[in-house]
Structure formats: structure tokens, C-alpha cells
């Protein structure tokens, strides 16, 4: 097993915060690997993000307890822009992650590569194909911030993925958008996946989790709940009493299981509740 | 290639003139202004010298080609210039009387005062009118960055012009919704005042909330990486800069060299 | 318990991204004051807003850029500089010196800084214009200096009113903003521990 990050025994409080946000933590990471991230609001998704980027506590100050690892080196030990290499980070603001000082989306996208004293032929070649795989060449010479939140939220992906980091840490990108912008989104997410890059997604929608993640992280007032494989967690009707949405096809699962319909697995994709559905079908038909 | 469509190429070469050889005909031409509006001439001592000195501002613009744009911008100026040259040659008193026109009189106090604050101000604002019209922000920038102004200070100032136009157009949505809402923008002037704070307090909650955001942001894309950073857009020089440069330090010469002489003599 | 500031750390990252929404905001109130036709400038709220939140420097900053930026459009705007620059000062200074805390240090905050503005516009306004700008109040001070009113008194009399509560008005603005941002993010300002509502025993956190 090949761990990328690692929290030993994290505990981390927020300055002027009277109880900790994230409660005595272990976890391992694995490279390559997709984690969806759910639990209620409150319940210290975001905070585990800005731990595993340093944010917390190098940014928001505050008091940690344990250990922060990626690659083996704690995370405070990190000289300034060093993680940013290592470490992809999209919030949930469109409008926030615009740098506010480029008049178009192109000088936009290359930022961070001017930022890093990349050559600057190489900028524009790194550009123009992060720009054609997030789908927003077209919108090379537009202003970024006239572009619609979907467009924004895109850029903002596109600026990110074009540092070439190993892992991303993706805080809610969808929630401020509409269903055509989560499409698209989404489909930057499942391309990053395909290039075999670690990523880590806080995500309300677990629909979309359940359709792309690998291993899924529950977190429940700052302690982690569970942890495992996306298809064992995201049938576990028990979740439903902690406060943790599944997904629909999941629960229609349940409910035809429990109907008396026998089904092979409870489904939590669409996909799968057609596959199983049919062949449930097909099984009576025959006998 | 995408680098190419981000460059300025201009047409014409005064324009084209590399910001920091600009800025400094600006510095000096601002200098020789005020050292010629120092020379008293003939009987009514008044400060001739600074009139005709104003005639390269528009001829600087005519020859960089942009006499339409220096013109909608000087008039500002001009407004000024006109106010101050007619307030101070009709309310300061002292001297002999120039011009009378009914009793409104034009002492020779007043006239010299007009002439000395009237084309000093047109002189050295003209000269930035100029400077301002020939170059881009963009530009500033980047000849700021050139000559090793810290890149957080010309982040400031481009961040700044963005800032104005974005919450511009935010403060024109949120007067549309607070009016649509019922909040009165004519009225009494309590009335008027309360719109003012519906209006502009949400305006800065706005624009505040995600900041920390923003923060983190710039420090994922490298703000801070201490390394020299690259950049797609770059100033040109047209070759006459240090031409030009030469020049205009000759003619300050001259000018102080003769101030210099009429003092001594 | 003192709190050790340093202009360098005044100049946090979030410091640099306040400065050009003061900016911003101070062309945006000005804009709006004169389309609601109300009697003031209030054209320096972002500046007294930086400064309440981010200490002295960082308001002084935004006040000299703002003066720049319409430089750009009106160079006469440059020679004004001084007065926005210790618009900012003198306002951060205040604020540190927690002079906003009680209803009379209030009241005589606001007028040590309509004083400080009148006081530094003055002598721009007449040794460089000789008395007037062409602005919305040259009108009563030409009339006065027409009626033999000593120069200085007219330029500061006919400012004075208005600038005193102009700056009442744009003070209570900030104060109003400041009061909803989250004791979370204001400890991030330089300036940010004077408004938290829950103190704690223990020092506020070190400003990045």
C-alpha cells in the first residue's frame, strides 16, 4: 500500500473555537485513489481539507494536536508554495478563486505557472491543453470575471490542474452551480481520476460520489466514522440515522429488497439499480 | 500563438516609448514648468514663460497620435484651470487695474496669481494626461515589476482597477434590487441617506466574505513562491529611449542653467 | 494585555486584498453619494473601513491609491494625496488607541478626523488652486472670499460641517460591516482583535 497522506491522532482546534472541529483522527491516504467525503454539515469535512494542505494551521493559526503527513513530512515543515505543487486545492467559491489581477481567462489559467518562473513557452503549451480538457478554450479571451459560475468554477479547476499536482483536495465545487455546470464539472473530476491522481472530494451530492469515487470518508461531528469501500458504506442504512445522505438508487434498493423483490446487491448507481433490476426481472420471468 | 495576441504593439513610436522613458520627460517637463512659472516677465511681471512652455503638451499629443483621447481627458482639467484662472484674477485685489468689465475688475495681482496656479496646474496635469493616455495600466505594471517593485505592490494596484469595475457593477445590481424591493432612492434627505446605507453595506459584506478564500487561493497558485516568476507579457522598447531620454535632460539643463545665470546676474 | 504591531505585518495577505476593495468602495460611495444628491463626498468609506481593520499603514495605503487611480482619470486628483493618506493614518491610529470605544472618545474621534482632513485639504486647496477646485463647495467659498471673508476661514468653514459628518456616516458604515465578519476571520486582521465579541484569556493569535 502505498500512502500518500497520513493524520496521526489529529486533533485541531480553530482560534477562539471552544471545542475542537476534527477530534482525534488516523486515516491513510492511497495514492492514486478517489475519496469521497460526506457527512453533515458542521461535521469537519472542510477542516480536514485545510489540514491535509496545510492551510490549518500555517493560514487559520489555531492548535494542533498529532500529526499531518504527505509523503512522510508533516505538513508544518513545508516551505511556502512547496504543497501547492504537491497539493491541487479547488474550493467552493467560483468567484473567490479568481486572482483578480488578469483581463483574460488565458493569462488567467497561467497564473500559477507564471508564478513558478515556468518557461513561457511552456505555459502556453501546458495552457492550451488544460484549457481544451476543462472545455473553456473557447473562452480564452473572455474577462474571468464576467464568465457564469459553471465557467468560473471550470477555470478554476483548469488553473489548478495545469501545476500538474499528484493530489486534489476538491471542497464542495458544485454546490453553487447549477445541474449543466455540476455535469461539467464532474466530468474535469472523472478525467483527473483516469490520470490516476489522488484525489479528495467533499461532495453533498453522493450521487455523484457514488458514481465516481473509490473509498468513501464519513464524518460525524469532527471524528471519522467510517471509512471503506464505496459500495459496502454507501448501502449501509444505519449512515441514514447519523445524519448521512445515500444515495437515491441506494435507498429505492432498499425498499424493493424489502418489497420482497430479490435483488443481487442493493445498487447505488443508476447503472448498477438497472443491472440488478433486470436481472431481479429476468429471474422471475424464468421461474 | 496565444503570448502574441497579449502584447501591445503600437503604431506610433512617441506612444510606443518605453513607461519608464515616458515618466521621466514627465518628471522633468513637471520640473522645467514649475522653474519657468519662477520667471517674472516684463512690466506685470507675470509668468509668460510657462504659457508658451504649454504648447508641448498638445504638440506631445498630436505627435503620439492620440489628440481625440488626450483631449476627452484634458478637459477635466481644463475645467479646473478655467475656474482657478477666473477666481483668482477677479476676487484677488491689489495692483492696477487691467480689465474692467462692468464691476467685475482684473487686478494686476489677480492676473499674475491666474496665470502662475492656472497653467502650472494645466502643465503638470496635462503632462500626465499624456502619459496616462499613451500607456496602459498593463504596461505600468510590468515597467514597475522591470525596475524591481515588489510584486505585491503591482498586484495591488491591477487587483485595484478590477476591483473598481467588479464592484461598480455590483453596486449597480444591488441599487436595482434594494429599489425593486421598495427602498426609496428620492425623498427627504434622511430618505436619501438610509439608501445610501442599504446599498453600500451589503455592497462591502460582498465583497469582504471569501477573502480568506482569496488568500489561499493566490497562495495555492505560488503568490508567494519565492522564485522569479515568468511572465507572457512583456514591454517593448522602440530603441529611442535613451534619445529621447538625452533630450529632454538637455533641455532641463538649459532651463535651470538659465534660471541659474538670471539669478546670478 | 498589548498587542505588538509592525507595519510589516500590517501588510498581511489579507491586508493586500482589503486594500483594493477600499479602494473600490471609496470610488463606489462616491459614485453613489452624488446619484442619491447627498451633501458629502463620502468618498473615503474603504479608507477608514482598511484602516479600522487592518491598522494605520494599510488605510493610509488605500487612501493614496484611491487618490492614484483618479490621477489616472484627473491628474489634479494627485496633489490631494496627502489628505486621503492620513485619512487612513490617523483613523488607524484611533482605532488602536481604542478611541472608538466609549461615546465621547467617539464623538471626538470623529472630529479629530474631519479636523485632520479639513487641516490637510486647506492648504492643498489654496496654496495649489488658490481657494478653489471647481468641486461642489467652490461655489459658497468663492462667494465668501467675494465678500471679503479671509481665504483660509472660507475654504475651512464651508468644508467643515460636511466633513464632520461625513465621516460619522462612512465610520458607522465600517462598524457596521465589521460587526458581521465572524470572530474567525477578524482575527486575522491586524486590527481584528479590537471588535471580537467573546474575548479569551489567552493571546489572540499571530497575525501571517
Known sequence: MDTVIELKNVTYTYPLADEPSIKDMSIKIERGKFYGVIGENGAGKTTLCALIRGFAPSFYNGELKGEVLVEGKPTTEFGPGELSLKIGYVFQNPFTQISGVKDTLFEEVAYGLENFGVPVDEIEERVIEVMKMTDIYSLADKKPFELSGGQQQRAALASIIVLKPDILVIDEPTSQLDPEGTESVFKIIEQLKNEKKTIILVEHKVDMIAEYADEILVMKGGRLIRLGDKQEILTDMSLLDEGVQLPQMAILGERLIEAGIPLSRVPITERQAAEAIGQALQKARNS | ?265 | MEKKYSIKKDFSMIAILIIPIAVAVNFVGGQLASLLKLPMYLDTIGTIFAAMLCGPWVGATAGVLTNVVTGIANPVNFAFIPVNLLVGLVTGYLARGNMFSVWWKWILSMFIMAIVSIASAAPIVVLVYGGVTGGGTSLITATAMAAGVNIWAAVIGTEGIFTVLDRIISFVISWLVIRVIPDRTLVKFGCGNLYIKKKKQEAPAEVK
Open chain 2, 1 to 265: 500563438m496565444w503570448r502574441e495576441k497579449l502584447q501591445i504593439h503600437k503604431s506610433n513610436w512617441i506612444a510606443a516609448l518605453h513607461p519608464s522613458c515616458k515618466f521621466l520627460v514627465v518628471c522633468l517637463y513637471s520640473f522645467c514648468a514649475l522653474l519657468l512659472a519662477s520667471f517674472k516677465v516684463g512690466e506685470g511681471e507675470y509668468s509668460l514663460y510657462t504659457i508658451a512652455w504649454f504648447v508641448i503638451v498638445p504638440a506631445l499629443a498630436i505627435g503620439s497620435g492620440i489628440i481625440k483621447r488626450f483631449w476627452n481627458a484634458f478637459t477635466k482639467v481644463l475645467l479646473v484651470a478655467v475656474v482657478i484662472i477666473v477666481v483668482q484674477s477677479l476676487l484677488i485685489p491689489g495692483g492696477d487695474t487691467v480689465a474692467q468689465l462692468w464691476i467685475l475688475k482684473v487686478r494686476e495681482e489677480g492676473l499674475r496669481s491666474a496665470i502662475y496656479l492656472g497653467f502650472s496646474v494645466m502643465n503638470i496635469a496635462g503632462i500626465f494626461v499624456w502619459f496616462f493616455q499613451t500607456t496602459e495600466n498593463k504596461e505600468i505594471s510590468c515597467a514597475l515589476e522591470d525596475s524591481g517593485t515588489n510584486y505585491k505592490v503591482t498586484y495591488v494596484f491591477i487587483s485595484t482597477l478590477q476591483m473598481i469595475e467588479i464592484l461598480g457593477q455590483n453596486s449597480k445590481t444591488i441599487m436595482n434590487a434594494q429599489q425593486a424591493r421598495g427602498v426609496e432612492t428620492q425623498g427627504n434627505i434622511v430618505v436619501r441617506t438610509r439608501a445610501f446605507f442599504a446599498s453600500l453595506v451589503p455592497l462591502i459584506l460582498g465583497a469582504i466574505t471569501g477573502t480568506e478564500e482569496r488568500v489561499l487561493t493566490l497562495e495555492s497558485k505560488g503568490f508567494d513562491v519565492n522564485c522569479k516568476k515568468s511572465r507572457l507579457f512583456q514591454i517593448e522598447k522602440t530603441g529611442r529611449e535613451k534619445m529621447v531620454n538625452t533630450i529632454a535632460i538637455a533641455i532641463t539643463v538649459a532651463i535651470v542653467g538659465w534660471r541659474v545665470a538670471l539669478w546670478i546676474l
